[in-house]
Nanobody, 126 residues
Framework: QPVESGGGLVQPGGSLALSCEFSGYTYLAHTRGWFRQAPGKEREGVAIIDSSGNTMYAASAKGRFAIFSDHAKNAIYLQMHNLKPEDTGVYYC??????????????????????WGQGTQVTVSS
């Protein structure tokens, strides 16, 4: 399964980078990305990248977060800037091995993802 790292505590306005390694998955796995679950809320899509490098972002993440992949390391990364308290939550790495789904109607649908990491906690607080 995917393995996340890089979570932690950061002050509002700060930056944090998350990593996810996909040991056991071919680098051709189609769509990979990040979801998060805030306390008391449902899990939601944050950002994804497909095998062609197409990306999709939640409205709350646009302009602040950047997702990119490293095929040599079989990993993806999420660079987060100008973090806000509402970004607090458990961040999950996910993979869809069946298709590229970087479209508005599909990218955030959890049922399309067949591999999930255990999650890493991100807390934005002063």
């Amino acid at each position: 399964q995917p393995v996340e790292s890089g979570g932690g505590l950061v002050q509002p306005g700060g930056s944090l980078a998350l990593s996810c390694e996909f040991s056991g998955y071919t680098y051709l796995a189609h769509t990979r990305g990040w979801f998060r679950q805030a306390p008391g809320k449902e899990r939601e899509g944050v950002a994804i990248i497909d095998s062609s490098g197409n990306t999709m972002y939640a409205a709350s993440a646009k302009g602040r977060f950047a997702i990119f992949s490293d095929h040599a390391k079989n990993a993806i990364y999420l660079q987060m800037h100008n973090l806000k308290p509402e970004d607090t939550g458990v961040y999950y790495c996910a993979v869809c091995t069946e298709a590229d789904i970087a479209t508005e109607s599909l990218w955030a649908r959890e049922d399309y993802y067949n591999g999930w990491g255990q999650g890493t906690q991100v807390t934005v607080s002063s």
